[in-house]
């Protein structure tokens, strides 16, 4: 099994240089567009903690609702620079099994351990969240959250079955692999999404990936995601929601508060890593020729 690359210091600020090429091309196409959307997770919080980067993150991530997703996905077909990007879904991806999408930077290759084995595209990239709405029944809510568990098992079993922990895990992934088309769980997904999305809910997830908090276990408070603002992030403007403040509490409790050192580490793990020589001044000029002008 290949080893894992230790990354240098130097060598994470170049791949948050990448990451943020890739933030800047979602920016200006859902600017041009009037596409709401959030950075999210550990971007978020290192926009308001540090205005741009967590020191330590190896990792990019924004969010939509699944309306604004849909947009953005239409947007992409037109607007996206297919000369320098790729956007990663089931849908234009035919190998890719993850439940929310992501941004590719072309040019570049990345593989994380326990990936080697994948056939989807891979490279520099950041998530991008969708967020559906969760039912406000609390019997409906836990058996949909059950339902999107057994959903993301099935997409985990391409991978389940070379790397669960057991034998006899492996064995069972093995067999959901073989008997269930990963094209089964998505549309499994998208019919109760679309249940649910016919109305207003008092909390909405990504329950493909969900939130990792107890106190959020089923989701945020879709009142969150009604207004968004500026935010500064790398010396550029990105787009936050109005209530970051009550979104972070519930993430990560007292956000302002650094970790302890130890934990203070990326989580990408590469056993393949390739990037693309950036620097933070190429980024802001682009940012200012494209992305300024649809600032309001």
Request: aromatic content about 14%; hydrophobic content about 35%.
């Amino acid at each position: 099994m290949a080893e894992v690359i230790r990354i240098s210091d130097e060598q994470n600020r170049l791949l948050q240089l990448n990451i943020l090429e890739l933030l800047v091309e979602v920016d200006r196409i859902c600017r041009k567009n009037k596409i709401k959307y959030s950075l999210d997770g550990g971007t978020l919080l290192g926009a308001i903690r540090h205005k741009g980067f967590v020191p330590w993150d190896d990792d990019g991530d924004v969010v939509f609702t699944r309306e604004e997703y849909e947009r953005f996905y239409q947007a992409c077909k037109t607007d996206l620079n297919t000369e320098l990007f790729f956007l990663q879904d089931y849908r234009t991806d035919k190998e890719y099994r993850w439940g929310y999408a992501k941004m590719r930077l072309l040019a570049t290759e990345v593989v994380r351990k326990g990936h080697e084995n994948l056939k989807f595209k891979n490279g520099v990239c950041i998530d991008i969240f969708v967020n559906d709405n969760v039912p406000d029944n609390k019997v409906l809510r836990r058996l949909y959250y059950w339902n999107n568990v057994v959903i993301r098992k099935i997409l985990y079993s391409e991978m389940g079955r070379t790397n669960a922990d057991s034998a006899i895990l492996r064995m069972w992934y093995a067999l959901v692999y073989r008997i269930i088309p990963k094209d089964t769980a998505f549309r499994i997904r998208n019919y109760w999404a679309d249940k649910c999305n016919k109305k207003p809910t008092s909390l909405v997830s990504h329950l493909l990936f969900p939130y990792p908090k107890k106190k959020c276990r089923y989701g945020m408070p879709s009142e969150c995601f009604e207004e968004y603002i500026d935010i500064e992030f790398e010396g550029m403007l990105f787009k936050g929601f109005k209530q970051y403040d009550k979104y972070l509490k519930l993430l990560y409790g007292n956000y302002m508060e650094l970790p302890p050192i130890e934990k203070r580490k990326g989580q990408l793990n590469p056993v393949v890593f390739s990037i693309k020589d950036d620097t933070i001044e190429e980024i802001v000029e682009r940012y200012n020729a494209e992305n300024a002008k649809y600032i309001e």
